[in-house]
T-cell receptor, first 112, second 113 residues
Framework: GAGVSQSPRYKVAKRGQDVALRCDPI?????LFWYQQALGQGPEFLTY????????KSGLPSDRFFAERPEGSVSTLKIQRTQQEDSAVYLC??????????FGPGTRLTVL | QKEVEQDPGPLSVPEGAIVSLNCTYS??????FMWYRQYSRKGPELLMY????GNKEDGRFTAQVDKSSKYISLFIRDSQPSDSATYLC?????????????FGQGTTLQVKP
């Protein structure tokens, strides 16, 4: 079946704009993760959903970051009032068993 | 200090060489250890994972975990130019109820024909 898909693949925002990043997980995967990957670094955990419940949001860097998964499938990561330091690749991963996480291609966000 | 440390490289080897990629970690609670491969402008792809200490082999790839020294290794035999990518090690707490991955920085590998 299809893998994890993310849209848009690339997003350019002016500083102060709000952005919304979408993740379509693999069908049937109850676990969904968001990670942030800065240039030249490994991904860093942002938040975790089990179905529609957000069980861990300890990695969200500020209250400008918000994630939701209202129907336990598609998830949206929203960043309000974007700053230059938000420029990164945002990766979504889904899993049946938590340990084996399957990643999407990522959304590359550039804040000017 | 990061919980998982990895030398960023770059590492350049000739085709056919044996490649050794390594990570160290600091948290004794880590129980699952993963290796991901990431091609440029793509998402990470899971190569293999191990639970606790020991070895695991899959084709040309062997993962090794030594919990006594907190050392994680990935060996690639008969390396190919298509193996050129960034390799990320990651770990998960054994008691984690979320399964969140803690990644190293990634090592960039180039296999020259």
């Amino acid at each position: 079946g299809a893998g994890v898909s993310q849209s848009p693949r690339y997003k350019v925002a002016k500083r102060g704009q709000d952005v919304a990043l979408r993740c379509d997980p693999i069908s049937g995967h109850v676990s969904l993760f968001w990670y942030q990957q800065a240039l030249g670094q490994g991904p860093e955990f942002l938040t975790y959903f089990q179905n529609e419940a957000q069980l861990d949001k300890s990695g969200l860097p500020s209250d400008r970051f918000f994630a939701e998964r209202p129907e336990g499938s598609v998830s949206t990561l929203k960043i309000q009032r974007t700053q230059q330091e938000d420029s990164a690749v945002y990766l979504c991963a889904s899993s049946l068993a938590q340990v084996e996480q399957f990643f999407g291609p990522g959304t590359r966000l550039t804040v000017l | 200090q990061k919980e998982v440390e990895q030398d960023p490289g770059p590492l350049s080897v000739p085709e056919g060489a044996i490649v050794s990629l390594n990570c160290t970690y600091s948290n004794s609670a880590f129980q699952y250890f993963m290796w991901y491969r990431q091609y440029s402008r793509k998402g990470p792809e899971l190569l293999m994972y191990t639970y606790s200490s020991g070895n695991k082999e899959d084709g040309r790839f062997t993962a090794q975990v030594d919990k006594s020294s907190k050392y994680i290794s990935l060996f690639i035999r008969d390396s190919q130019p298509s193996d050129s990518a960034t390799y990320l090690c990651a770990a998960v707490h054994g008691s984690s109820n979320t399964g969140k991955l803690i990644f190293g920085q990634g090592t960039t590998l180039q296999v020259k024909p």
